[in-house]
């Protein structure tokens, strides 16, 4: 039987859902629906803001698959994986970037725990407040993996509480990414992108065709060079018709937050996190110039994804380069991130802890 309270009004939260033949969880409130994936890593598939009717998900062109009804074409690692990445927003861990083999394990891209089920408890429901703990444990790494979501009344922000416990008898080293992926409409040219003074590092190497960055470059933000020449200004978000695909990282934050602001409708999307664990924040641009597989030219997405690590070659890489985070065997690491809409117009100058937004002196 299920008992659980079918509200109408208020904060509401139901596990009862099923999206496609996998386990779905929905949390909402008065101004913002979250629907979770609970079979597919926990990872957040939409997040709407109802007053707008926007979604800030980017979801890929071939869209949820139940993986228990299909037979993959190829063993490949990568593939695998993408064959069965919807977009949205997932917990990358404990192995972040491309397919490689750590700890005599092997390990596809982005890892493990975002395409397993995970366990689902509700452990807050009422009018006020609500909230839902996912655990679930990495298939190749003794990693124990808790995310709590929560939403309040009447607030647009979602709080998550998470967790990654080393279970094993050693220490290890981990990636740790949120991959978080933007599309439209928040994402168009008409779109700024704001974060706290940082380093900006472009990808070490060309990682496609149609890369437009030059490799290697390191500076202060918002400058970019191209391989053209050409200086880019990586506050404003290009159009589909850039055709380009970069990867990019920034660093060195004193705060750990983003904001993308759509300005021709006002409608933004912030994002907090703690700097002292997520030291990098990924750039995914992914502006139409990815061609062939999976892409073929279809996709306008950003993600911008706070990571413990640089460069998206996985554990070893990290490990090489002294950004690996090691977990001591038996302890835990945790963090909370907030994450929602927002609406104005200006210059976003800080997104706090909270996830409020502080907009040209106003809070929002």
Known sequence: MHYQ???????????AWTYRGLKTVVLENEVVRVTVLADKGAGIYSFVHKPSDTDFMWRSPWGV?????????TGDPSSVWLDFYEGGWQTVVPHGGYSDQVYGADFGIHGD???IPWDVQVIEDGVGKVSV?????????PM??????????DSPTLKVEESVTNEGEEDLDVVWLEHIAIGPPVLSGNTRLFIPESKLLSHPESIAKYSELEPGFSGLWPNMNAKDGSVLDFSHIPPKEDRSLDMAYMTEM?????ALLNEETN???AVSYPVE???FLWYWRNFGGGYGYPWYGRCYNAGLEPCTSFGNGGIKQAQENGTALNIPAGDTVSVTISAGPFMGGGNVVRVDPDGYVTFDGQHI
Do not use: H, Q
Request: hydrophobic residues 30%; glycine residues 6%; charged residues 30%.
């Open 5 to 15: 309270d079918e509200r109408t009004t208020g904060c509401r939260v139901s596990d």
């Open 65 to 73: 698959r139940d993986p228990r009804k299909t037979v993959p074409p």
């Open 113 to 115: 725990v975002n395409l």
């Open 133 to 141: 703990r996912f655990t679930a444990k990495s298939v190749r790494m």
């Open 144 to 153: 124990k993996v808790s995310k709590t979501l929560t939403l309040v009344s």
């Open 254 to 258: 004193t705060e750990g937050w983003y």
């Open 267 to 269: 409608i933004g999307w």
């Open 277 to 279: 664990t997520f030291k």
